[in-house]
């Protein structure tokens, strides 16, 4: 079955700080990953997503992630961060070929100024 | 582009009462997604249709769920009748086609409350 872990609820870090939000999958075949911000009030924005080739991939607002196999984990990246980065982040994964996406649980990241 | 539309934005309603739910996706997509949100679930795949036909409808909760796409523009999800634990915030999404690899784009959700 396929399962997608966020082991964080909560992320703070200081503006202008790296920040990581890590994401850990189980799927069989090959694995397609996503990453979703959420704000208040409003729908999942498409961030960025792996599906083959260079393990680290560039998405919007500054934001990476870092596909590693062997570790089977997926961690969204920012070498900077901003205070209006304050969001829930969402991971998901799809495999085996199929259409259902599953998301995990979300992590709130906290930037302080 | 306008992105995927949903109305309403709130709806309030009383146990019992019929609620109709709207969505229309991004122009040229053909396949079409409802979720509901939940603190408790997360996020959860209702129903997925793809070129306007149901393909998996198994994440539907029960009987008083239906979903239809009369065409490639509207869809609908109704609950009939609706019950308090119904209270969620429910999204649409589309992507261009139905290939695993495609981007899902979300509404901005229908945040539903059954008192």
């Known amino acids: 079955a396929q399962s997608v872990a966020q082991p964080e609820d909560q992320v703070n870090v200081a503006e202008g700080n790296p920040l990581t939000v890590k994401c850990t999958y189980s799927?069989?075949?090959?694995?397609?990953l996503f990453w979703y911000v959420q704000y208040p009030n409003r729908g999942l924005q498409f961030l960025l997503k792996?599906?083959?080739?260079?393990?680290l991939v560039k998405g919007s607002y500054g934001f990476e992630a870092e596909f590693n196999k062997s570790q089977t984990s997926f961690h969204l990246k920012k070498p900077s961060a901003l205070v209006s980065d304050s969001a829930l982040y969402f991971c998901?994964?799809?495999?085996?070929?199929?259409?259902?996406?599953?998301f995990g649980a979300g992590t709130r990241l906290f930037v302080k100024a | 582009d306008a992105g995927v539309i949903q109305s309403p934005r709130h709806e309030v309603t009383e146990m019992g009462q019929e609620v109709t739910l709207r969505c229309k996706p991004i122009?040229?997509?053909?396949?079409l997604f409802w979720y509901r949100q939940t603190m408790m679930r997360g996020l959860e795949l209702l129903i997925y249709?793809?070129?306007?036909?149901?393909?998996?409808d198994s994440g539907m909760p029960e009987d008083r769920f239906s979903a239809k796409m009369p065409n490639a523009s509207f869809s609908t999800l109704k609950i009939q009748p609706s019950e308090p634990r119904d209270s969620a915030v429910y999204f649409c999404?589309?992507?261009?086609?139905?290939?695993?690899?495609?981007?899902?784009?979300f509404g901005p959700g229908t945040r539903l409350t059954v008192l």
């Open positions: 799927v069989s075949g090959n694995p397609y």
């Open positions: 122009s040229g997509h053909n396949s």
């Open positions: 998901a994964v799809r495999g085996g070929g199929g259409f259902k996406t599953i």
């Open positions: 249709f793809n070129n306007n036909v149901p393909i998996d």
């Open positions: 792996y599906i083959t080739g260079d393990n």
């Open positions: 999404a589309s992507s261009f086609t139905g290939d695993p690899t495609d981007t899902q784009y």
